[in-house]
């Protein structure tokens, strides 16, 4: 039996239920563990991250979108997931934490070596 299903862009839950459904949120990759029915959402992003960079240059509008994911879909994880240049320096993963339970990790993916990079991102699925 498989461990996980894996569903993209689908629009389970909308920011407002009432008056009726507004505002559909579409998360790239929704990841649900079949067990403890945890679930994961993973969004990506193709914008080039730098060290030089406020926030690295991670929008204030994508880091909404990804606290209210968390919110609505009462994600165990949330993850932004970027391509990996050589305008970072070493990072491998960031992480934001709201002080509210609300955690952002922001992770890369290596598009010479996607194997590995997303073995790296599938070990969040364990936690």
Do not use: H
């Not at 839950?13 to 029915?37: H, Q, S």
């Not at 997303?118 to 699925?125: A, E, G, L, Q």
């Amino acid at each position: 039996m498989e461990k996980y299903s894996v569903t993209s862009q689908v629009s389970s839950y909308a920011l407002f239920d009432l008056p009726n459904r507004k505002f559909l949120m579409k998360p790239d990759i929704v990841v649900k563990r079949k067990t403890y029915k945890a679930i994961f959402i993973l969004d990506t992003k193709w914008k080039i991250l730098s060290d030089m960079k406020s926030n690295y240059g991670i929008s204030q509008a994508d880091m909404y979108q990804m606290y209210a994911y968390q919110e609505k879909y009462n994600a165990q994880n949330v993850t932004l997931l970027y391509p990996a240049t050589e305008r970072l320096s070493t990072i491998q993963e960031i992480e934001f934490q709201s002080g509210d339970g609300v955690t952002v990790k922001v992770k890369f993916i290596d598009l010479f070596n996607v194997k590995n990079s997303i073995s790296d991102i599938v070990s969040c699925f364990n936690e």
